[in-house]
């Protein structure tokens, strides 16, 4: 059984219904029905130098040919919201898709959070083949559809993320005393950085380089590509890898026009999607080194940290965030894939 809360609708409605007639001409609408099909609109928050960009522009260009009339177009940096509005704009059907963190499903439907919870995933490939699971998150991923979003199987790794900030290296959680993070806008992302001792900032992703330039926070937690791409490393230098949680991206799409695909279109786009989420797990350990490399050269200083310390700190979130038998079966379930 799902316990679900309820979701607020943004106060920014209004700009972004106008954002969005801007963005309008050219094309068909979505949900053209079986007889063809016509571009759907993509809300992401990252730069088009992120690999959700460039895979998803490739899927986008794999659709068109493989299917009667559908494609995507991408719409980067937030420019159709930040991923709660996404949320939202995806359910009510004025955006089709989606790209959003695991986070904000666990806002949705309480037992997404098992998948937001630290040392879930051992690493990227254990969490791509727990995602890929149908009998793992068959059930899941489609509990939303009462609110008419569809999650589809696997998603784009997040990889593991740590702390960065403007002030000091961090060692231990002592050294995190004092110091404010942003995170993600969700309860266990504000608990988590509790407990590894630092003081929680929730805020959109969008909003954390002028936080961090402005002092406003002292840091963030994320992976050295969102690091790189966000430009956080101009105004926060010290990167510790307390890789205190392996995160994940789900593509969500809205319910009704995935199911006016034709059978054949849909396989399609299902086979599409599979080879997206391949193609950009390939592209993340990539990338991830290749950033690595630029932000050393570019000034940013890494450590590594006490990691049984901060495993230690956070140990007991797993335990007190399974309220039910089917977050612990999923848990479960999940860890077992590893094996
Ligand atoms: C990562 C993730 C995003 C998320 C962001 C954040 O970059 O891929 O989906 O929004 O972290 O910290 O908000």
Redesign the pocket.
């Known amino acids: 059984m799902s316990r679900k809360k309820t979701y607020s609708i943004m106060a920014a409605a209004g700009a972004v219904a106008l954002t969005l007639s801007a963005c309008g001409g050219g094309g068909s609408e979505a949900g053209g029905g079986a007889e063809g099909g016509s571009t759907m609109r993509l809300a992401l928050?990252?730069t088009e130098q992120?690999p959700?960009y460039i895979t998803l522009t490739d899927f986008s260009e794999r659709l068109s040919e493989a299917t009667n009339g559908w494609d995507i177009k991408v719409y980067p940096n937030e420019t159709l919201g930040?991923?709660q509005e996404a949320l939202q704009l995806v359910s009510d059907g004025s955006v089709e898709m989606a790209?959003?963190?695991g986070?904000?499903l666990e806002n949705l439907n309480e037992d997404f959070k098992v998948f937001n919870l630290p040392g879930v995933f051992e690493s990227i490939d254990h969490q791509m083949k727990a995602l890929n699971d149908e009998e793992i998150v068959g059930e899941l991923f489609t509990s939303l559809e009462d609110e008419n979003i569809t999650v589809l199987s696997g998603g784009?790794t997040?990889g593991a993320?740590s702390v960065y900030n403007s002030k000091h290296p961090i060692n231990t959680p002592e050294d995190m005393n004092g110091l404010k993070f942003?995170?993600?806008e969700s309860d266990i992302a504000q608990e988590m950085i509790r407990r590894m001792g630092g003081s929680p900032a929730p805020m959109?992703?969008g909003e954390?380089y002028t936080a961090l330039q402005s002092g406003v926070i002292d840091g963030?937690?994320?992976?050295e590509?969102?690091y790189l791409t966000?430009k956080h490393n101009e105004v926060a230098k010290y990167f510790s890898y307390t890789e205190h949680l392996v995160?994940i991206?789900y593509m969500i799409i809205n319910t009704d026009v995935l199911e006016s695909m034709s059978d054949k279109d849909r396989k399609a786009f299902q086979q599409e999607w599979e080879r997206t989420v391949e193609d950009f797990t390939a592209l993340w350990k990539k990338q991830t080194k290749e950033a690595h490399a630029t932000l050393e050269e570019e000034g940013a200083q890494f450590n590594e940290v006490d990691k049984e310390a901060f495993e230690e700190a956070l140990a007991p979130i797993v335990e007190e965030n399974l309220d039910n038998k089917a977050q612990r079966e999923l848990y479960e379930a999940t860890k077992a894939a590893a094996e």
């Not at 963030?220 to 992976?223: T, V």
């Open positions: 928050n990252q992120h959700s930040a991923q790209i959003v963190s986070t904000q784009f997040q993320r942003r995170v993600q959109a992703y954390v963030a937690e994320n992976n590509i969102s966000q995160g991206d």
